[in-house]
């Protein structure tokens, strides 16, 4: 080979090595982290908007009962709300033929911990079912109560880990939180858009809760 080819040889591989670890680059920048699996909840300036906005009163769970909120219902195929949920904040999620997740990892924002079993992960109603009825859905049809607690297009249904959801229960920001401080923000965003956009009502300590973790967004 003379000279000149073993150059161009050399500015080949040079260019074959920078365009490779370009698109690694590239790819790493455009990976999905496990916190964005949520739908993308609105701005903390349109949150305090829609806060601003909402019904302050007293709740009332008179009547309660969570076979009122129909779930989980299939969406697609064999796939039912949860599976669908488990797929899209997984990593590498594998499922059988009946749609159940039999491998994969899932992060939880809310603690910041990985399972790799889904039995270790809970879907969470990001608006408990509980605090839905107490803020206004106890006057729902049964339709509009199955949109809510099969809901993908809002913020409404994240994979966590099991027992942080059973901790959580059906309480709202005025007395619970995730632990991982900086999920916080994202958290209320979507617990204000849920809320607005369903046309439900929140206390006066639930307010103030959330007002106060917005001013800080």
């Known amino acids: 080979m003379s000279h000149t080819s073993k150059f161009y040889a050399r500015r080949r591989v040079s260019i074959l090595a920078a365009l490779t670890g370009l698109m690694a ?4 920048f455009n990976s999905p ?5 949520l739908p993308t909840p609105v701005s903390a300036t349109t949150a305090r908007t829609y806060l601003a906005s909402l019904t302050v009163a007293t709740e009332d769970r008179t009547g309660y009962n969570r076979d009122l909120f129909p779930h989980w219902i ?3 195929g064999t796939c039912n709300t949860r599976e669908v949920v488990l797929e899209r904040d997984g990593t590498n999620v ?17 603690d910041g911990a990985t399972w790799t079993a889904a039995s270790d992960v809970d879907i969470d109603h990001l608006v408990p079912l509980a ?11 049964t339709s509009r109560r199955q949109a809510f607690a099969n809901d993908l297009t809002r913020p409404q249904l994240i994979a966590v880990t099991d027992n942080v959801n059973q901790a959580k229960g059906d309480q709202d920001p005025a007395t619970w939180m995730p632990s991982r401080t900086a999920y916080r923000c994202t958290y209320v965003r979507a617990w204000v858009q849920v809320k607005y956009y369903y046309g439900l009502s929140v206390d006066s300590a639930e307010k103030s809760a959330l007002t106060s973790y917005l001013a800080s967004c």
């Open 25 to 28: 680059s590239v790819a790493l």
């Open 33 to 37: 982290t496990a916190s964005a699996a």
């Open 74 to 76: 299939t969406q697609s």
């Open 94 to 110: 594998v499922q059988d033929s009946a749609c159940a997740a039999t491998s994969g990892s899932w992060y939880s924002p809310y």
């Open 131 to 141: 605090e839905a009825w107490d803020s206004g859905a106890d006057s729902w049809t």
